[in-house]
């Protein structure tokens, strides 16, 4: 008898962590007789997974669920759901308040989704957000088509409470998934054609391995023992950026990439104190130091917040000289915006939305120019760029077929080839350089040359 699927239909919005949370309910959900749908009207579930990181989190999901309104009228039988931050941090008042909203439930009770489903045959409305955070971090990787490039989960929450961060009270507390299930999970995703992976948390230089693991020691681990070609890692917090750290990450350099994301979010140390990042503008900087010199052409990235409660214009001014002497290629800066649960949204010297605004785009001005400044270093450079996929978009109308793939810089490297390329690390000299993406040409050695000609 031919099985019987329903359709779901997930839209997500938020940083990789909640791209990648999307996938693992897609996953879940096809083994438990489920199909993506492209468009909510295909759906006989909707799930709005959502973040709260940012911006008026809850207001969008009110406004995205009234979307669906109709289309419940119209299916009866048609189930509506929120999860990610929103869920956790709404809990019931979002199901008292949106009153077509079948469930919610947080960022830990995914792996509960098929039993929630199931708890709806029974009863009208259910709220599964309960944190498990004394419960191992036992989960494995679901990804259905992993690709070229994918992302594993290392740890879930965090300790650190910076002063304008939601995560401790969304994500709960830090936990991180055991060594031996990484490697295995690693080694699972490289049989199935992966070459790079991207290791996620919300603070992975705080992994703490049940068998007393630190980050450098999971890196190392993952270089020695298995067969990925490179792995990424993101966030880190500059608390935990320490010598083991940047010299296991020197002393590996073929497969962890030159690429650091270092989120310095002020240039002031008293507002980092306020902040409660607990490092000054000082030690950010020797780490800085202490990174290039081990990874000579390492190519940095940070986030900021312009507009921090108390932020005085000495204090911006702090930033701007911290990010001109750090070069960063990369930049993710935003202005404050006050979340709920945090101290900072307490404080009572908010800096005024208009002088945030000017401050914010003082910045990115400044930054638009470093970046374009900065990239210009690799021009005529040869980079190793793993290639990911068909770059269809440049090539519309080009005489030759274009691939795209990243170099270990995380730079988008553009240039002519065709698909039996992809999942190949080949190098290309750069020719055209902007911030993120690159065009060039691939070059061969003598070596290569010699197989290409006989293939
Ligand atoms: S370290 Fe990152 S995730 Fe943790 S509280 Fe601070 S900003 Fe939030």
């Known amino acids: 008898m031919q099985q019987e699927f329903k359709n779901v239909y997930i839209s997500t919005y938020g940083c990789q962590m909640n791209v990648n949370d999307s996938e693992r309910m897609y996953s879940l959900l096809?083994?438990?007789?489920?199909?993506?749908?492209?468009?909510?009207?295909?759906?006989?579930?909707?799930?709005?997974?959502?973040?709260?990181?940012?911006?008026?989190?809850?207001?969008?999901?009110?406004?995205?669920?009234?979307l669906y309104q109709k289309l419940k009228k119209k299916n009866?039988?048609?189930?509506?759901?929120?999860?990610?931050?929103?869920?956790?941090?709404?809990?019931?008042?979002?199901?008292?308040?949106?009153?077509?909203?079948?469930?919610?439930?947080?960022?830990?009770?995914?792996?509960?989704?098929?039993?929630?489903?199931?708890?709806?045959?029974?009863?009208?409305?259910?709220?599964?957000?309960?944190?498990?955070?004394?419960?191992?971090y036992h989960i494995s990787n679901m990804v259905r088509n992993p690709g070229v490039a994918t992302f594993v989960n290392i740890t879930k929450g965090c300790d650190n409470f910076c002063t304008f961060c939601i995560v401790p009270f969304t994500?709960?507390?830090?936990?991180?998934?055991?060594?031996?299930?990484?490697?295995?999970?690693?080694?699972?995703?490289?049989?199935?054609?992966?070459?790079?992976?991207?290791?996620?948390?919300?603070?992975?230089?705080?992994?703490?391995?049940?068998?007393?693991?630190?980050?450098?020691?999971?890196?190392?681990?993952?270089?020695?023992?298995?067969?990925?070609?490179?792995?990424?890692?993101t966030t880190s917090h500059p608390k935990d950026f320490n010598q083991e750290l940047v010299d296991v990450l020197a002393k590996y350099r073929t497969k962890l990439c030159d690429y650091i994301h270092l989120p310095v979010q002020s240039g002031s140390t008293e507002v980092l104190r306020r902040m409660n990042r607990v490092y000054t503008r000082e030690e950010y900087l020797d780490k800085i130091r202490m990174i290039k010199e081990a990874i000579p052409g390492v190519s940095l990235s940070t986030?900021?917040?312009?507009?921090?409660?108390?932020?005085?214009?000495?204090?911006?001014?702090?930033?701007?000289?911290?990010?001109?002497?750090?070069?960063?290629?990369?930049?993710?800066?935003?202005?404050?915006?006050?979340?709920?649960?945090?101290?900072?949204?307490?404080?009572?010297?908010?800096?005024?939305?208009?002088?945030?605004?000017?401050?914010?785009?003082?910045?990115?001005?400044?930054?638009?120019?470093?970046?374009?400044?900065?990239?210009?270093?690799?021009?005529?450079?040869?980079?190793?760029?793993?290639?990911?996929?068909?770059?269809?978009?440049?090539?519309?109308?080009a005489d030759a077929p274009r691939v795209m793939g990243r170099s270990t810089q995380n730079k988008l490297v553009h240039f002519d080839g065709d698909e039996s390329l992809i999942g190949q690390t080949v190098k290309v000299k750069i020719t055209e350089t902007a911030p993120i993406n690159f065009n060039g040409v691939r070059v061969f050695d003598s070596k290569e040359l010699q197989q290409e000609k006989t293939s």
């Open 30 to 66: 096809e083994m438990n007789n489920y199909q993506e749908v492209e468009k909510p009207e295909q759906a006989d579930l909707i799930i709005i997974n959502s973040c709260s990181i940012r911006e008026k989190p809850v207001h969008k999901v009110h406004s995205e669920a009234g």
């Open 76 to 136: 009866k039988a048609l189930r509506i759901g929120v999860g990610g931050c929103v869920g956790q941090q709404e809990k019931k008042n979002l199901l008292k308040d949106i009153p077509y909203l079948d469930f919610v439930f947080g960022p830990d009770n995914i792996d509960d989704l098929p039993r929630i489903l199931e708890e709806l045959d029974e009863k009208k409305k259910v709220a599964g957000a309960k944190f498990k955070h004394q419960e191992p």
């Open 171 to 233: 994500r709960g507390r830090l936990r991180s998934r055991p060594l031996k299930d990484l490697v295995a999970d690693i080694n699972g995703l490289v049989a199935r054609g992966v070459k790079e992976v991207t290791l996620l948390g919300q603070n992975v230089n705080s992994y703490d391995s049940d068998c007393g693991a630190n980050f450098a020691k999971l890196l190392q681990t993952l270089a020695e023992d298995t067969q990925i070609q490179r792995i990424r890692y």
């Open 303 to 397: 986030d900021i917040i312009c507009g921090f409660p108390g932020e005085s214009d000495k204090d911006f001014e702090d930033t701007m000289t911290l990010a001109e002497e750090v070069g960063y290629e990369t930049m993710y800066a935003f202005m404050y915006s006050p979340r709920p649960f945090t101290k900072a949204a307490r404080y009572e010297d908010q800096v005024d939305e208009k002088v945030s605004r000017e401050r914010l785009n003082r910045l990115l001005t400044f930054h638009k120019q470093q970046a374009f400044d900065l990239a210009k270093r690799y021009q005529d450079q040869v980079l190793e760029v793993l290639v990911e996929s068909l770059d269809k978009r440049s090539s519309k109308g």
